[in-house]
């Protein structure tokens, strides 16, 4: 393989990375801070896709991207609404939003599983033609991918920093003391989720436009894919400051898109890239555990092979 062609799959992983890293911190707000597991996150993805690609696809391409997180507004408030108010688990409050988003999200392509933007005027397009004859000709998708993860993580430290975010991180912490603090835990996770979706949906929105085009299931496996991210993420970084935690959580998306290019330029069957994220997250849930445990695991097997040599 040339430095040139490893340079562009590079680039290719690192935008896709900022890009999903719009979903890595959804969860980071709705699994790390509210401590709810949303398992609507792949038909939510799927949704701002969808309605990203639509708005687009009409003519409207700036339109596009708040009109996507106005969507996933609308799945995060339906997921925290048959939490708070009707009594489902979270988990199953999830599977059930993401069930129905299926057939949401194909009434929204017009009953079509595919909707084509090659001929659709997309934001990447439109920076794309602003570029043309700069020394940034062609690095449209990195741009904007970049300048989308900037503001939502700088949006992300200044929200988790006031009342509201410091309530919802309450309430993810210690739901009953919030409670008893006279503050209202429905409102801070119906916020939490909300905001959280938005994230998502855009995450989506992006992708699609960028791959020009979209399909009903852009969002498969995006609850794993994220979650390993995270998990990355909170390995290399666990505890700090919440910019540095924010920052990890993309560098943990950049480097998931990575190894999953690296497993496609091994020849790896398509079929087996679920297999890489589950086992991805495995590692990432057990690496902090394994390293805990290695010097407990050292001395016993060092006291064994101690015995083995004295009773030769």
């Not at 069930?99 to 595919?114: D, E, H, P, Q, R």
């Not at 005027?121 to 970049?146: N, R």
């Not at 993420?233 to 999953?260: C, D, E, N, P």
Request: aromatic share 6%.
């Amino acid at each position: 393989m040339s430095v040139s062609s490893m340079l562009g799959l590079g680039q290719t992983a690192f935008e896709l990375g900022l890009i999903c890293s719009l979903t890595v911190l959804a969860l980071f707000l709705s699994y790390s801070m509210l401590n709810v597991c949303d398992l609507s996150t792949d038909g939510c993805f799927t949704m701002g896709a969808c309605v990203g690609a639509m708005v687009a696809a009409a003519g409207y391409p700036l339109l596009s991207l708040p009109a996507a997180m106005a969507a996933g507004v609308c799945s995060g408030w339906i997921t925290a609404f048959l939490q708070t108010r009707l009594g489902v688990e979270s988990l199953l409050a999830g599977i059930i939003v993401n069930t129905g988003l299926y057939s949401v999200n194909i009434a929204i392509m017009g009953g079509s599983s595919i909707v084509n933007l090659n001929k659709a005027e997309t934001a990447f397009t439109m920076l794309k033609t602003a570029l043309a004859d700069t020394p940034l000709a062609g690095c449209q998708t990195l741009i904007i991918a970049a300048l989308a993860v900037l503001l939502v993580a700088l949006f992300l430290v200044w929200f988790l920093n006031t009342r509201l975010g410091l309530s919802i991180r309450a309430t993810g912490d210690n739901p009953d003391m919030v409670r008893s603090s006279s503050i209202n835990p429905i409102f801070t996770t119906t916020v939490g989720l909300c905001v959280a979706n938005a994230f998502t949906a855009l995450s989506g929105c992006l992708l699609a436009q960028s791959q020009k085009s979209t399909e009903i299931n852009i969002g498969s496996g995006m609850v794993t894919i994220a979650l390993a991210s995270l998990l990355i993420g909170s390995t290399l970084k666990g505890h700090g400051r919440m910019g540095l935690r924010i920052l990890f959580a993309v560098i943990g998306s950049v480097i998931f898109r990575l190894v999953y290019t690296i497993a496609l330029r091994l020849d790896m069957p398509a079929y087996m890239l679920k297999l890489v994220s589950s086992v991805i997250v495995i590692i990432a849930i057990s690496g902090p555990y394994l390293k805990r445990q290695w010097p407990g695991w050292k001395r016993r097997l060092t006291h064994s092979l101690g015995k083995d040599g004295g009773n030769a």
